[in-house]
Each structure stands twice: as C-alpha cells, then as structure tokens.
C-alpha cells in the first residue's frame, strides 16, 4: 500500500502582530527578564537610568512574588520593584497591604536615587498614558513617596503620595493616599517615560506602592471637515453650491452654468 504522505501547512496569514496596548502590572506578571519587552525596572542616579540587576522569585509569608533589585539581599539602597503573583494569597509584611496580581515597590535609600519603571516607546504615534501610585503601607501616616513621571528626563508630573489606601472595604487613610496621571502624549520611536518613586522627607521606611502605567495606541484627533457640519447640525449654506463652507465666486460659477435654462414641462419653448 502506498503510503500518502500528508503535509499539514499551517499558514499564519496575519501578519507578525505588535502590542498596541501595554499595561504594567499584567506585563509584569513572572518578568524574569529585564528589560522585559518594552518595559526596563531600574533606578535613576546621577548618571542615568540603569537596570535592577538581581531578579528573585521570593515566596514570602506563603505568597509568591518576584522581585527586581539592586543586588542580593540589597531591596534597599536603590529600591525595589516587585509584584505579589497573579492568584496569590493576601499577606501583610513589613507595615503594608499587599495583595495578589499587585505591584509593590519601596523607593530606594541612596542619595539621589530615583526608583523607576521605564517604558521605552516602540513607535511615532499618540498614546494614551495612565499612571496611578497608590500608598500600601499601614503604619502611621501610611506611604510617604514622591513621584515623577518623566518624559525623556524631564518630569511632566511631579507629586506625592501620603497615605493608605486600606484594606478590601476600609476607608483609605492619609492626606492623599491615591494619585494619577492621565493624557494623551505625541511620542517619537526611543522617547522614554520613567515612571518613579523616592521616599521623601521621612526617607524610605514602610514606603511600599503600587504602581501602575498603563499605555495604549492612540489614532490622532481628527480634523473637523464640511462634511461635519451636517452631523454637528448646522449643515451648509443653500448657496454653497460646491459646499466648501464658503459662499462665493466659485459657488456663483456653478450658479452661472446654469443661467436661463428651464425644463418647464408644460411650456414648449422652454427646451433643455
Ligand atoms: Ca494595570
Ligand atoms: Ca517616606
Ligand atoms: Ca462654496
């Protein structure tokens, strides 16, 4: 018996398909690699931005989290980015809430260091830009951070956080224990938006945040035409003929080619 030799062709007829959304703490879920994809966890210092180099899964009071920090057993001196494991159980350590599927970073101890979560932008285009920093920690006063989000370097915010969100159904606590930052950004290919937290005035004890950015492609505001006019409800002039918003000369030729005709049916010598 002759054998048939079957060829199975899977043809993946869609093109290689990017990313057009990005949302920190899902991105962030198991990110044993860093930088992971358009995300960088690090720190920024006197000379820049550089990556956390020692990444750690760390079961920690029955919860899993992995961890981004400056080095082992360092979670201090340039800060640390981490997240509780997507279906982990809650746990409170070190004076905070922490829960699964949450990022919770503690700015870093070193003089001028700037813990910071760095988004690389992979393509010219509009993007939808929403950050959030929110205090985690219970003891008094809750997270005191300050935050930036910048922009090639440059803060385009800068506030605080002051406060605790509180646990599943508490009243959050604190002068400010949330706050966010939402616009639309025109972005160049390797602009990057640095999303970071130091500890403020009180320095970084019990300082854990959740962090979250999320980013999203966005189409251009689109330029209002003629044809709008009519769905914004005031509609062309009767004389615009040609209907370029705009009654004259051109609108007077079209009028014109037509001049003395008729097409009276009842008169004949009314032709044309
Ligand atoms: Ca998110
Ligand atoms: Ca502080
Ligand atoms: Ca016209």
Not at 50 to 59: C, I, R
Not at 71 to 100: C, M, P, V
Request: hydrophobic letters at 35%; aromatic letters at 12%; one cysteine or more.
């Amino acid at each position: 018996m002759k054998k048939t030799l079957v060829t199975v062709c899977v043809l993946l007829l869609s093109s290689v398909l990017f990313s057009e959304t990005w949302d920190l703490d899902l991105d962030f879920e198991n990110a044993t690699v860093n930088p992971n994809g358009a995300w960088s966890y690090g720190y920024i210092d006197g000379s820049g931005f550089a990556l956390l180099t020692d990444g750690v899964f760390d079961p920690d009071n029955g919860s899993a989290r992995y961890c981004w920090r400056y080095a082992a057993d360092d979670w201090d001196t340039h800060g640390n980015i981490q997240k509780i494991l997507e279906g982990e159980a809650n746990f409170e350590d070190y004076n905070s809430y922490r829960y699964g599927g949450e990022m919770c970073s503690g700015p870093g101890e070193a003089e001028g260091v700037r813990t910071a979560i760095r988004w690389t932008c992979p393509a010219t285009g509009n993007y939808s830009v929403s950050a959030m920093w929110q205090g985690l920690s219970t003891k008094s006063g809750g997270t005191t951070v300050d935050v930036t989000l910048e922009l090639n370097g440059t803060a385009i915010f800068t506030n605080y956080v002051a406060g605790f969100i509180g646990r599943p159904g508490e009243e959050a606590t604190g002068t400010q224990p949330e706050v966010g930052y939402d616009a639309v950004l025109s972005l160049a290919e390797g602009d990057t938006l640095d999303m970071t937290i130091t500890g403020g005035a009180d320095g970084i004890s019990s300082d854990c945040t959740n962090m979250d950015l999320e980013i999203a492609k966005a189409s251009a505001p689109s330029t209002p035409t003629c044809d709008d006019l009519v769905t914004m409800g005031s509609g062309y002039f009767s004389m615009d003929f040609n209907r370029d918003c705009y009654v004259n000369l051109e609108d007077f030729a079209e009028f014109a080619l037509d001049w003395l005709k008729c097409n009276d049916p009842v008169d004949l010598d009314c032709i044309d």
